[in-house]
């Protein structure tokens, strides 16, 4: 079946504008899990949705990041007034967390900040 | 504070040979340990993961040795090919607390496997 998709696959941006990444989980998973891969970083959790549940934000490094899950599904992640410091690859993993603890990863969105 | 530590940074193996990553936790709250494998320009995909009630499990090639009490696990690859020069990465979480099994990672190990 299909994986989890993200969208755009690169994002060239100049410093101080909003980009919006897109993640599709894989169909049925009712968790949602944004991750950033960055070389000083490694991988880091930035946000968690589950259902109809208060998202988990605790990871997020500002407050120019931001979330939304609609419909239990689709994942917009918002980053406003971009800095060259945002410049990562930002991954979307999703998992059937009734289930198992399994968590499947998207191929990324490499972001680079002009 | 580093949650996990894996070692070593990268690893070169000869075709053939055994591959060794470790891993230390320090938050006795974690309850699922996976293992983690990435090849560049791709997302991190699920290798094998083991829960804390069995100390050792393996899927074929892979192998993951457990230690409780030591806050150790690692990851062994019997028969390392030059397919599996990738980034391996260990990781672990739990709901403790609100977790939400969100997972911490290690920093990631190069593997080369030289032919």
């Known amino acids: 079946g299909a994986g989890v998709s993200q969208s755009p696959s690169n994002k060239v941006t100049e410093k101080g504008k909003d980009v919006e990444l897109r993640c599709d989980p894989i169909?049925?998973?009712?968790?949602l899990y944004w991750y950033r891969q960055s070389l000083g970083q490694g991988l880091e959790f930035l946000i968690y949705f589950q259902g109809n549940s208060a998202p988990d934000k605790s990871g997020l490094p500002s407050d120019r990041f931001s979330a939304e899950r609609t419909g239990g599904s689709v994942s917009t992640l918002t980053i406003q007034r971009t800095q060259q410091e945002d410049s990562a690859v930002y991954l979307c993993?999703?998992?059937?967390?009734?289930?198992?603890?399994?968590?499947?990863f998207g191929p990324g969105t490499r972001l680079t900040v002009t | 504070q580093q949650q996990v530590k894996q070692s070593p940074q990268s690893l070169i193996v000869q075709k053939g040979g055994i591959s060794i990553i470790n891993c230390a936790y320090e938050n006795t709250a974690f309850d699922y340990f996976p293992w983690y494998q990435q090849f560049p320009g791709k997302g991190p995909a699920l290798l094998i993961a083991i829960r804390p009630d069995v100390s050792e499990k393996k899927e074929g090639r892979f192998t993951i040795s457990f230690n409780k009490s030591a806050k150790q696990f690692s990851l062994h690859i019997m028969d390392s090919q030059p397919g599996d020069s990738a980034t391996y990465f260990c990781?672990?979480?739990?709901?403790?607390?609100?977790?939400?099994?969100?997972?911490?990672f290690g920093k990631g190990t190069l593997l080369t496997v030289n032919p």
């Open positions: 990781a672990a979480s739990s709901n403790s607390g609100g977790s939400n099994y969100k997972l911490t």
């Open positions: 169909s049925g998973h009712t968790a």
């Open positions: 993993a999703s998992s059937f967390l009734l289930i198992t603890y399994e968590q499947y």
